[in-house]
Nanobody, 127 residues
C-alpha cells in the first residue's frame, strides 16, 4: 500500500490556476489507479477526477470538465491535478487517493473504491 502526500494548494482569485501534486511512496505506484476528491465545509467528499495506471484513461466530474486535467508521471511516483479557470465553488480540501488496478485501463470514481488516501490540501478561491 502506498503512502500519499498532497501539495500545491493555496489561496487564489477566481480565474486563476493551481497545480496540485500527490507524491506516492512505494514501488507499486505504477500499478495504482489514482483519483482526486474534494470536500467543502459541511459537504460530503466528492469525486473530481480519475486516471488509470497507464494514464490512458481519465474521467472527470461534470463541473470540472474542460477546466481540470489529471495526469501522472510514474517515473516520479506523482499524480497531478492541473486546475484552470478556478471558481469560488471549487473551494475545498482536495485529497488524492489510490488503489491497485488489475488493468492499465481501469479508473475508479467512487470513494469506497480507494484504500490509500493523502491528508489533503486546502484550495480556496476568492471571488
Amino acid at each position: 500500500q502506498v503512502q500519499l502526500v498532497e501539495s500545491g494548494g493555496g489561496l487564489v482569485q477566481a480565474g486563476d490556476s493551481l497545480r496540485l501534486s500527490c507524491a506516492a511512496s512505494g514501488r507499486t505506484f505504477s500499478n495504482y489507479a489514482m483519483g482526486w476528491f474534494r470536500q467543502a465545509p459541511g459537504k460530503e467528499r466528492e469525486f473530481v477526477a480519475a486516471i488509470s495506471w497507464s494514464a490512458g484513461s481519465t474521467y472527470y466530474e461534470d463541473s470540472v470538465k474542460g477546466r481540470f486535467t489529471i495526469f501522472r508521471d510514474n517515473a516520479k511516483n506523482t499524480v497531478y491535478l492541473q486546475m484552470n479557470s478556478l471558481k469560488p465553488e471549487d473551494t475545498a480540501v482536495y485529497y488524492c487517493a489510490g488503489r491497485r488496478a488489475n488493468s492499465g485501463s481501469y479508473y475508479y470514481t467512487t470513494r469506497t473504491d480507494y484504500y490509500s488516501w493523502g491528508q489533503g490540501t486546502q484550495v480556496t478561491v476568492s471571488s
